[in-house]
T-cell receptor, first 109, second 117 residues
Framework: GQNIDQPTEMTATEGAIVQINCTYQ??????LFWYQQHAGEAPTFLSY????GLEEKGRFSSFLSRSKGYSYLLLKELQMKDSASYLC??????????FGAGTTVTVRA | DAGITQSPRHKVTETGTPVTLRCHQT?????MYWYRQDPGHGLRLIHY???????DKGEVSDGYSVSRSKTEDFLLTLESATSSQTSVYFC????????????????FGSGTRLTVV
């Protein structure tokens, strides 16, 4: 199976930057996803990394290093609406998505 | 937004009763998945389908069965509900390409909150 680890909680101030790390142990995978989930709602897609490197989408960026078994999600210019859980997930070679337990980010004014 | 709906949205049932949850999509996606989400565990895969009548088990499949007789519908059945199956259940749909291993991601339904008393 895939062991996916991410911090349980993080707190940051409005306007700041927060980096959510995700480490994993797997023999091979198709790609790595990040999802956002607000309380009581469904997860929504944020980003997807297939190759090593940085993918930037507006205020959100995601980085992948396959050799180091490591990814991070970078949230810039934090807004109150960014308070949510952020889920790291690996897509297996047979197209099954396995999730970490999620990181709850709280943005304070 | 992708067309995916789950029903019912909420259900309370008694231990030992059968329960069926429905996932319906209008996107003609090949892949469909059932997850459960519990505090401290994140999303865990129960069963998935890669085509009509083609299904396979996920990591927490015990006590659950699925059926997919049409592309658009994926049913999850709890044959005899137990309190440990109280959870939020999410259905997801996906399509996967072959160019550079591109995946078009998963889209999730709004979830079904199931309580077994």
């Amino acid at each position: 199976g895939q062991n996916i680890d991410q911090p349980t909680e993080m707190t940051a101030t409005e306007g700041a930057i927060v980096q959510i790390n995700c480490t994993y142990q797997t023999s091979g995978f198709n790609g790595l996803f990040w999802y956002q989930q607000h309380a009581g709602e469904a997860p929504t897609f944020l980003s997807y990394n297939v190759l090593d490197g940085l993918e930037e989408k507006g205020r959100f960026s995601s980085f992948l290093s396959r050799s180091k078994g490591y990814s991070y999600l970078l949230l810039k210019e934090l807004q109150m609406k960014d308070s949510a859980s952020y889920l790291c997930a690996l897509l297996s070679n047979d197209y099954k998505l396995s999730f970490g337990a999620g990181t709850t980010v709280t943005v304070r004014a | 937004d992708a067309g995916i709906t789950q029903s019912p949205r909420h259900k309370v049932t008694e231990t030992g009763t059968p329960v069926t949850l429905r996932c319906h999509q209008t996107e003609n996606h090949r892949y469909m998945y059932w997850y459960r989400q519990d505090p401290g565990h994140g999303l865990r895969l129960i069963h998935y389908s890669y085509g009509v009548k083609d299904t396979d088990k996920g990591e927490v499949s015990d006590g659950y069965s699925v059926s997919r007789s049409k592309t658009e519908d994926f049913l999850l059945t709890l044959e005899s509900a137990t309190s440990s199956q109280t959870s939020v259940y999410f259905c997801a749909i996906s399509e996967h390409g072959t160019e550079r291993g591109v995946s078009y991601g998963y889209t999730f339904g709004s979830g079904t909150r199931l309580t077994v008393v």
